[in-house]
């Protein structure tokens, strides 16, 4: 744990937060969403006179944003790279605070097959589910029973996500997840 970590206090006044960066945009396919919540969040904190700019990875190279003098960020990148423990892994190296979940629960969290697994070791109720990564699956996946909802495994919100209502369906709604991710 970062030595960082451990001073957390809370704060009275909105200078106490220093120059904040709101990361937004992004490369993910929920790029716009990413950018709708950047700007209301961007907007909220300035409202509340917080010294807060826009950072968007996809604009400005993120390799330049450590000597950007920024003291802590607020995560409102959507997706890979944003979600998925990648961006708060570079965060915590850097000893820059930010908001949201760490980088392992991050990380377990953006990856739908890694979270069942968790929830099946700790005996926590979890629909059941199947992996589909070849043809064959698809007759594993149909012996679930019906509706079912076929979705990327890395990716955020209900990107490439597919309701499947027979056996007739189930054979395009895995071709529009790959499209988005790797199943």
Do not use: C, N
Request: without cysteine; negative net charge.
């Amino acid at each position: 744990m970062s030595p960082r970590a451990d001073r957390r206090h809370a704060v009275a006044d909105a200078a106490e937060f220093g120059r904040v960066a709101v990361m937004l945009g992004g490369f993910s396919s929920e790029r716009e969403v990413s950018l709708d919540t950047g700007r209301a969040v961007l907007a909220a904190l300035r409202q509340r006179g917080v010294d807060a700019h826009a950072w968007d990875p996809a604009v400005q190279p993120i390799d330049t944003f450590a000597s950007a003098g920024f003291d802590r960020v607020w995560i409102a990148l959507h997706g890979p790279g944003g979600e998925d423990g990648a961006l708060q892994g570079l965060l915590q190296w850097l000893e820059i605070p930010y908001t949201g979940s760490g980088v392992m629960a991050s990380a377990i969290a953006m990856d739908k097959y890694r979270s069942k697994l968790v929830w099946k070791g700790l005996g926590m109720p979890t629909p059941p589910f199947q992996v589909l990564r070849e043809v064959a699956d698809l007759e594993r996946a149909a012996a679930l029973g019906f509706p079912l909802m076929i979705k990327p495994a890395h990716e955020g919100s209900s990107v490439g996500m597919s309701k499947v209502d027979d056996a007739q369906q189930l054979d395009a709604a895995p071709m529009l997840a790959s499209g988005e991710d790797v199943l």
